[in-house]
């Protein structure tokens, strides 16, 4: 019979069915390996509180504090008129702050009787303000007896008090004392780490990392065990990464190299201008990379502007003349639509193969999206079987299993995070060997996170703006505190109308949201919680009040996602050529519309973006020769993290500060939840910026080690830990990649 190992034995046989169920459902929490990867958030120390001063609104927390006073009223109620209802009130403190918490009806008993003044305790439940007074209703409790023999003592052994991730269906101290229960099965956890490693770090084998983050006597075994425990998470994940780029590098596929005095050169011969310095850097990577014969996997990052679209054009000029076609994928069909009118635009004559008056070298350029007709639809079609068509632009319509390619060489992938691991895949499956894969981003990543997110790839920079950009001033306009400047920021945009420029005003919502319509109710309460919690501006509200009054006068369109593919493409060929003087739009601007014209953009409720979005949307200006501006306008009070957000963003153009700045304001599981893979939310010690050395040296590491010995034949340890990071899903973005 197969003994199950410690780790893998589920929780319901060891704490019983009704803590785990709570377990599995409310923290993800399956096996006794599950548990004790749960780490403490955070520790108490039995002579220091907690600042009750701090406390998160409406989070649950957990606090260690000491009663103060505890007062028992009665009072009539309809439930009982006599004036038996009973309401028990104890006020807690910690020498930062005071708390009330309030005990109702039958609740009051046993707290009135245990929560007499001088009693320590922690107490757990969500912080509301009340008659604007802090306080928390019906929090669980446990008191701390320093003296009593009993368990209590057991339990919160040690002068460190850990608290856990709790959720309000399983508080802190419940978790630690389920912990307590499996902590002796930590003596059987397999090390990933190979000895060798670990011993020349000076770091702690596993049981005892595991056994000093959920017991410890002195800050020193926290920090010792954490040094630990994060070497395991950042040194698995590059190992998977590593053998991904191993795996990759084993595979065939056709070198593409340029022709001499081809297709390439004869584009370069038509730019009206030279490639910046980053430009011929970064393309050299790219040409180096095509002329193996293993396939690219290369990111191109980019600040929005830096020219990566000229970059990724070269590098498909480069393939069609080398016997091959390109496809290049767009998130959204007005972005497809853009990308097919530039590069046409850009290539002049050599987009006009096969045609009257095409250059020479020349090859077709086709679109390919999911709204064109069916008669263009199967000519695009037939030019790529064909190989009549060199370049082809689409959106995940190239994917269907129709589209057929005759020798697909390389694939372009636009603004990486909106496009699925499976649709990149089954692009790649369409070459006869796989084809090179050029990935780009406008949205800068600092480098761990590169080396953690995407880590399969390898990483090219422009940093650099091209010439003939102008610079983009951005400001904050406080709407509530300065009405004033609001009205201003319109009178700016009328300014730039009136020297002949366009404008941009983007808002969170569309404003025809289907559920306010169907249900009045409901739009009627939000029109009551308006003050309290107005929902986000929308689009046809904004567009509507803008024309009719500070705007009125001027051409005001709008634009946004649900509106059909034709009419958005007609809207933005208008705004193109200046027949529109203001859109106002949803986020559907963001990435990639080019018009040089534009140089005003107000950001409606821009507390709502992110500080990557608001960076992106604001690279939609300053395209030409005239400076830009750009206006984020907010309620959010001065002292607000929202508002310090966005003064950041208005402080720096740099878009590698930014997404820094975004990082460590945010958590760190967002940040790597960005794009689709579960590799991302396993961090669990890992702060992806903090550690930015561990990171590389893992990294460093991990590729000798799966050089040496890429099936890992001596770690049965690390294979394990390799297997529960890489479950299925897992596995599959990994594969991918």
């Given at each position: 019979?197969?003994?199950?190992p410690?780790?893998?034995?589920?929780?319901?046989?060891?704490?019983?069915?009704?803590?785990?169920?709570?377990?599995?459902?409310?923290?993800?929490?399956?096996t006794?390996?599950?548990?004790?990867?749960?780490?403490?958030?955070?520790y108490?120390?039995?002579?220091?509180?907690?600042?009750?001063?701090?406390?998160?609104?409406?989070?649950?927390?957990?606090?260690?504090?000491?009663?103060?006073?505890?007062?028992?009223?009665?009072?009539?109620?309809?439930?009982?008129?006599?004036?038996?209802?009973?309401?028990?009130?104890?006020?807690?403190t910690?020498?930062s702050?005071?708390?009330?918490?309030?005990?109702?009806?039958?609740?009051?008993?046993?707290?009135h009787?245990?929560?007499?003044?001088?009693?320590?305790?922690?107490?757990a439940?969500?912080?509301?303000?009340?008659?604007?007074?802090?306080?928390?209703?019906?929090p669980?409790?446990?008191?701390?007896r320093g003296?009593?023999?009993?368990?209590?003592v057991?339990?919160?052994?040690?002068?460190?008090?850990?608290?856990?991730?709790?959720?309000?269906?399983?508080?802190?101290?419940?978790?630690?004392?389920?912990?307590?229960?499996?902590?002796?099965?930590?003596?059987?956890?397999?090390?990933?780490l190979?000895p060798?490693?670990?011993?020349?770090?000076?770091?702690?084998?596993l049981?005892?990392?595991?056994?000093?983050?959920?017991?410890?006597?002195?800050?020193?075994?926290?920090?010792?065990a954490?040094?630990?425990?994060?070497?395991?998470?950042?040194?698995?994940?590059?190992?998977?990464?590593?053998?991904?780029?191993?795996?990759?590098?084993?595979?065939?596929?056709?070198?593409?190299?340029?022709?001499?005095?081809?297709?390439?050169?004869?584009?370069?011969?038509?730019?009206?201008?030279?490639?910046?310095?980053?430009?011929?850097?970064?393309?050299?990577?790219?040409f180096d990379?095509?002329?193996?014969?293993?396939?690219?996997?290369?990111l191109?990052?980019?600040?929005?502007?830096?020219?990566?679209?000229?970059?990724?054009?070269?590098?498909?000029?480069?393939?069609?003349?080398?016997?091959?076609?390109?496809?290049?994928?767009?998130?959204?069909?007005?972005?497809a639509?853009?990308?097919?009118?530039?590069?046409?635009?850009?290539?002049?004559?050599?987009?006009?193969?096969?045609?009257?008056?095409?250059?020479?070298?020349?090859?077709?350029?086709?679109?390919l999206?999911?709204s064109?007709?069916?008669?263009a639809?199967?000519?695009a079609m037939?030019?790529?079987?064909?190989?009549d068509?060199?370049?082809?632009?689409g959106?995940?319509?190239?994917?269907?299993?129709?589209?057929?390619?005759?020798?697909?060489g390389?694939?372009?992938?636009d603004?990486?995070?909106?496009?699925?691991?499976?649709?990149?895949?089954?692009?790649?499956?369409?070459?006869?060997?796989?084809?090179?894969?050029?990935?780009?981003?406008?949205?800068?990543?600092?480098?761990?996170?590169?080396?953690?997110?995407?880590?399969?790839l390898?990483?090219?920079?422009?940093?650099?703006?091209?010439?003939g950009?102008?610079?983009?001033?951005?400001?904050?306009?406080?709407?509530?505190?300065?009405?004033?400047?609001?009205?201003?920021?319109?009178?700016?945009?009328?300014?730039?109308?009136?020297?002949?420029?366009?404008?941009?005003?983007?808002?969170?919502?569309?404003?025809?949201?289907?559920?306010?319509?169907?249900?009045?109710k409901?739009?009627?309460?939000s029109?009551?919680?308006?003050?309290?919690?107005?929902?986000?501006?929308?689009?046809?509200?904004?567009?509507?009040?803008?024309a009719?009054?500070?705007?009125?006068?001027?051409?005001?369109?709008v634009?946004?996602?649900?509106?059909?593919?034709?009419?958005?493409?007609?809207?933005?060929?208008?705004?193109?050529?200046?027949?529109t003087?203001?859109?106002?739009?949803?986020?559907?601007?963001?990435?990639g519309?080019?018009?040089p014209?534009?140089?005003?953009m107000?950001?409606?409720?821009?507390?709502?973006?992110?500080?990557?979005?608001?960076?992106?949307?604001?690279?939609?200006?300053?395209?030409?020769?005239?400076?830009?501006?750009?206006?984020?306008?907010?309620?959010?009070?001065?002292?607000?993290?929202?508002?310090?957000?966005?003064?950041?963003?208005?402080?720096?153009?740099?878009g590698?500060?930014?997404?820094?700045?975004?990082?460590?304001?945010?958590?760190?599981?967002?940040?790597?939840?960005?794009?689709?893979?579960?590799?991302?939310s396993?961090?669990?010690?890992l702060?992806?910026?903090?550690?930015?050395?561990?990171?590389?040296?893992?990294?460093e590491?991990?590729?000798?080690?799966?050089?040496?010995?890429?099936?890992?034949?001596?770690?049965?340890g690390?294979?394990?830990?390799?297997?529960?990071?890489?479950?299925?899903?897992?596995?599959?973005?990994?594969?991918?990649?």
């Amino acid at each position: 019979m197969d003994l199950v190992p410690a780790l893998e034995e589920p929780l319901k046989k060891v704490l019983g069915p009704a803590t785990a169920k709570v377990m599995a459902e409310h923290l993800g929490l399956h096996t006794v390996g599950d548990l004790l990867h749960h780490y403490p958030r955070r520790y108490e120390e039995r002579g220091q509180l907690t600042h009750l001063a701090d406390l998160p609104m409406d989070e649950h927390v957990t606090v260690v504090a000491m009663v103060a006073d505890a007062r028992l009223h009665t009072f009539a109620s309809a439930k009982a008129p006599r004036g038996k209802g009973q309401r028990l009130e104890v006020t807690i403190t910690d020498g930062s702050g005071r708390l009330q918490l309030v005990f109702f009806g039958a609740g009051v008993h046993k707290p009135h009787k245990e929560l007499l003044p001088g009693t320590r305790a922690m107490f757990a439940g969500k912080a509301s303000v009340f008659n604007r007074r802090l306080q928390l209703a019906h929090p669980a409790y446990e008191l701390l007896r320093g003296d009593d023999p009993s368990e209590s003592v057991e339990t919160w052994a040690g002068a460190l008090i850990p608290l856990y991730p709790a959720t309000a269906k399983l508080e802190s101290w419940k978790i630690g004392k389920a912990v307590q229960t499996v902590l002796p099965s930590a003596q059987e956890a397999l090390d990933p780490l190979p000895p060798t490693l670990r011993e020349g770090r000076g770091l702690l084998p596993l049981p005892e990392a595991l056994l000093r983050i959920h017991r410890p006597h002195t800050k020193a075994d926290i920090a010792a065990a954490r040094d630990r425990l994060k070497w395991d998470e950042a040194f698995v994940l590059q190992v998977a990464l590593a053998r991904r780029r191993h795996a990759d590098a084993q595979l065939p596929a056709v070198a593409r190299r340029p022709s001499p005095d081809g297709l390439l050169t004869a584009f370069d011969d038509r730019l009206p201008f030279t490639l910046t310095d980053g430009q011929q850097k970064v393309s050299k990577e790219i040409f180096d990379d095509l002329a193996t014969e293993h396939p690219m996997h290369r990111l191109l990052q980019g600040e929005v502007g830096s020219g990566k679209t000229l970059v990724a054009l070269r590098a498909m000029l480069a393939t069609v003349d080398a016997g091959g076609q390109a496809a290049m994928l767009a998130p959204t069909e007005v972005l497809a639509q853009q990308h097919h009118r530039s590069i046409t635009e850009m290539m002049g004559e050599l987009a006009e193969g096969g045609m009257l008056g095409g250059a020479d070298h020349a090859t077709k350029v086709v679109l390919l999206t999911g709204s064109m007709g069916t008669a263009a639809r199967r000519q695009a079609m037939l030019d790529l079987v064909t190989g009549d068509a060199g370049i082809v632009i689409g959106t995940h319509a190239l994917i269907e299993d129709k589209v057929q390619f005759h020798d697909l060489g390389l694939v372009v992938v636009d603004e990486q995070h909106r496009f699925g691991v499976e649709q990149r895949d089954a692009l790649r499956g369409k070459g006869k060997q796989p084809p090179h894969l050029l990935v780009m981003t406008a949205t800068p990543i600092p480098r761990t996170v590169a080396m953690t997110v995407f880590g399969d790839l390898e990483t090219s920079v422009l940093d650099q703006l091209p010439a003939g950009r102008s610079p983009i001033a951005t400001h904050v306009v406080p709407a509530a505190d300065k009405p004033h400047f609001l009205a201003r920021a319109w009178e700016r945009v009328r300014e730039e109308v009136g020297n002949g420029h366009q404008a941009y005003v983007v808002c969170p919502r569309i404003g025809d949201d289907i559920d306010e319509a169907a249900d009045p109710k409901k739009a009627k309460k939000s029109a009551e919680d308006e003050a309290e919690k107005r929902p986000p501006l929308a689009v046809l509200d904004v567009a509507d009040h803008l024309a009719k009054g500070p705007l009125s006068g001027l051409r005001v369109e709008v634009l946004h996602g649900r509106m059909h593919p034709d009419d958005k493409d007609a809207v933005m060929r208008r705004f193109a050529a200046g027949d529109t003087d203001v859109l106002v739009a949803t986020t559907v601007i963001e990435v990639g519309v080019n018009v040089p014209n534009a140089t005003a953009m107000v950001i409606m409720d821009a507390d709502r973006f992110g500080v990557s979005q608001l960076h992106q949307l604001r690279g939609r200006v300053g395209r030409g020769a005239a400076p830009g501006l750009c206006l984020l306008v907010t309620e959010m009070p001065e002292a607000s993290a929202a508002r310090q957000r966005l003064t950041s963003v208005a402080s720096t153009l740099d878009g590698f500060e930014l997404s820094r700045i975004d990082l460590e304001q945010r958590r760190e599981g967002d940040v790597l939840g960005q794009a689709q893979s579960g590799a991302r939310s396993s961090l669990r010690v890992l702060a992806v910026i903090e550690d930015e050395e561990i990171i590389a040296e893992a990294r460093e590491e991990a590729t000798a080690l799966v050089a040496k010995d890429p099936e890992l034949t001596d770690l049965p340890g690390l294979r394990t830990a390799l297997d529960a990071l890489l479950d299925e899903e897992r596995e599959q973005y990994l594969e991918k990649g």
